[in-house]
């Protein structure tokens, strides 16, 4: 008969995908082990491999939920104005809003997804190009209609924003939401500011 599932198995699975997720940060994904897993989450070895067979698993699970939670907020957006600039405004914040303390998952996604099986590689690929083209949908908004037809100036255009966004962590570490909404802004402002004269 199957073991049943805890009713606190889904937050258990959470705290482990966080905790795991600030070790691979800080030592590494290849030095961190199970069993240090195990220690820092405060359960035994043994209760680890009833949530995840192997570190491989529990990597992909990490940056899978962390994937579809960002591509899944940014994608049922619901703007508060129509205005064009307001848009891309409440994207940008989102999008740094819902980085707040992801900071671990985040390093983990940079250095860690190559050590994933091709197949797995390809699926986290996807969430990430699904989220960028949710982006690059508002940006059009405020681009010039000739840069809109042009797919390599689009990208290059939705990249650097993103580029922007991704690497905010590093300049600015543990930021609180305040000052994410402020550097959104600033963002927002050098992106609709400058999308106009790209033609």
């Given at each position: 008969m199957p073991r049943p599932i805890a009713q606190d198995h889904d937050d258990k699975r959470d705290a482990i995908l966080r905790a795991a997720a600030r070790l691979f940060a800080d030592v590494g994904y290849g030095r961190g082990s199970m069993a240090e897993v195990a220690q820092v989450c405060g359960i035994s070895k043994a209760n680890i491999y009833h949530y995840y067979p192997s570190k491989e698993a529990l990597l992909f699970d990490?940056?899978?939920s962390h994937l579809r939670y960002l591509r899944d907020r940014i994608g049922n957006l619901s703007f508060p104005s129509s205005d064009p600039k307001a848009k891309v405004l409440h994207m940008i914040t989102e999008v740094l809003l819902a980085y707040q303390d992801a900071d671990a998952e985040h390093e983990v996604l940079l250095n860690a997804t190559k050590a994933l099986p091709k197949e797995q590689q390809q699926i986290l690929r996807?969430?990430?190009?699904?989220?960028?083209?949710y982006g690059q949908t508002i940006l059009t908004l405020i681009t010039p209609p000739d840069i809109v037809a042009d797919s390599g100036k689009m990208r290059a255009l939705t990249m650097s924003v993103f580029g922007m966004l991704n690497w905010h962590y590093k300049w600015c570490r543990n930021a609180d939401a305040e000052t994410r909404r402020a550097h959104a802004k600033i963002i927002a402002q050098l992106v609709i500011g400058g999308a106009p004269s790209l033609s």
């Open positions: 990490i940056l899978d996807q969430h990430q190009s699904d989220l960028i083209g």
